[in-house]
């Protein structure tokens, strides 16, 4: 993991606060687009509960020695970091907008498209919520529906459908304040799943329709794509602590002991495990040590683990897309490194299911701890970070061809002036024009519009003047 022949403007941080460990991933695109991996650091995490920080100073401690790590890899400083929020309070809803424009020759344009997304915004979200994502399903320009890209499209009329994702503002705040006490900066937040996804998925998966179950210590994520279009997002706050603490009660151990026997000999599916298997745990203290079948294990496991899939099930269900995941259930996480936990999925819903790792973008070479699905959100965080910084350098060399754009459209076409704001059109009427030829123009339609003006619009206009006109003195 070298980095000498990366300039420090080129690598990207991605920080991935987790209930189980803070992990903290530099890397770069070399010239084939792939993913350069320069350093990582991870540490266990004591200060979250369920993807949200509950301890300041603990979460503040992790994320310094993460970041440390990798800053002994890469010889360099790290400053900004790439963060993932996650956590029990996020929700999701739909919502429906529409934006009238101004004329309905003009092509619709990206700022349209910016301006309908802001309003959405603007909505009125219980108290101590704020909107994190807002994700376009389709849209309708004049009443023709089921349109994806609107751009360049003519209409007066631009609706859109809306997935909304939500969060608490305390818990972003509190994510926030963490990193600046670690003496970092946040660049952007990225809900965790769909940064997983951008690290397990590809176009064709998401193209076709998939569940992304993200099962983590504290929560399990779920995300679901229809048509390349994130459709649904839900969190069911169960995870891999869950399962540790039900090992912990049920086989009557330490926690540590419990989380070394679910990783070890932990599985998913009973049926799988042999009947004579003994598990032999050292006793505390010169206790007597303790002895505990690998089958009633397995039962302990798979009584969880079923529990949570109703909650996915159901999930899935209230989505409206169970019949269309042609590309079924994909899992990662750290929950999903359990043995035989794809085919109990499989088992219960009839869904394909398979396990997926974040190696796709990585570049040849990488370290072989990276194949885990622990670091699918760390990758996705990256790949967030690379997708972010091309857009925005491509909003910056955009730029003066949209002013350019705004200088040109001044005057509106007359065929869409109404009477109601026939006042504004004669604002614009007596504007300075921006050269001669287009003074020539902007008369002629004048005379078009006067001309062309019906019978019943003229008398309107002449019964609105003669309401708004100042009374006679004489009838004071």
């Known amino acids: 993991m070298k980095s000498n022949k990366f300039a420090a403007e080129d690598i990207i941080v991605s920080l991935d606060i987790g209930t189980t460990k803070v992990c903290a991933v530099a890397g770069v695109k070399n010239e084939h687009g792939k993913l350069e991996i320069l350093g990582v650091g991870k540490v266990p995490c004591d200060g979250v509960i369920r993807g949200v920080v509950s301890n300041i100073e603990k979460t503040v401690t992790s994320i310094r020695e993460a970041i440390q790590i990798v800053e002994r890899q890469i010889d360099g400083k790290v400053k900004i970091v790439h963060v993932g929020i996650a956590g029990q309070h996020i929700k999701s809803l739909r919502h429906h907008g529409i934006l009238t424009r101004d004329n309905a020759h003009d092509e619709i344009s990206k700022e349209d498209i910016d301006k309908l997304i802001n309003d959405m915004y603007k909505l009125v979200l219980p108290p101590g919520d704020k909107i994190l994502h807002v994700i376009p399903q389709e849209y309708t320009v004049d009443n023709e529906q089921g349109i994806t890209e609107p751009v360049g499209m003519s209409g007066i009329r631009l609706e859109g459908n809306f997935h909304i994702i939500t969060g608490q503002i305390t818990a972003s705040n509190n994510i926030l304040r963490c990193i600046k006490k670690a003496g970092l900066e946040v660049a952007d937040i990225t809900l965790e799943p769909i940064a997983s996804s951008t690290a397990v998925l590809n176009k064709e998966e998401k193209e076709a329709g998939v569940a992304l179950v993200d099962i983590g210590g504290g929560t399990t994520d779920l995300t679901i794509f229809h048509e390349g279009i994130v459709r649904h997002t839900a969190v069911v706050p169960f995870g891999g602590h869950v399962i540790t603490r039900d090992v912990k009660e049920g086989c ?120 885990s699905p622990v670091f699918s959100t760390s990758i996705g965080l990256l790949l967030r970070g690379f997708i972010n910084r091309e857009y925005e350098v491509g909003v910056e060399l955009n730029q003066p061809a949209e002013e350019k754009n ?22 614009h009427r007596y504007k300075k024009p921006v050269s001669g030829p287009e003074e020539d123009v902007e008369e002629e339609d004048e005379i078009d519009e006067e001309e062309t003006m019906s019978f019943w619009t003229r008398m309107f206009m002449k019964t609105k003047d003669w309401f708004e006109a100042s009374p006679d003195s004489d009838l004071n």
């Open 406 to 427: 705004e200088l040109v459209a001044v005057v509106p076409e007359p065929e869409q002036k109404s009477t109601v704001s026939r006042q504004k059109a004669d604002d």
């Open 252 to 371: 009557t151990i330490m926690t540590n002991q419990a989380e070394k026997l679910k990783k070890k000999f932990g599985s998913a599916l009973a049926d799988e495990v042999l009947e004579n298997k003994i598990i032999t745990i050292p006793g505390l203290k010169g206790r007597e040590p303790r002895e505990i079948s690998e089958k009633n294990l397995a039962r302990i496991i798979q009584a969880r683990m079923e529990e949570i899939l109703e909650y996915i099930m159901y999930e899935i269900e209230r989505s409206g897309y169970k019949d269309k995941l042609i590309g079924g259930i994909v899992l990662t996480g750290g929950g999903s490194k359990l043995k035989f936990l794809d085919e109990l999925i499989e088992y219960h819903t009839g869904i394909p299911t398979r396990v997926s790792y974040p190696i796709e973008h990585l570049a040849h070479g990488y370290i072989r701890d990276l194949s």
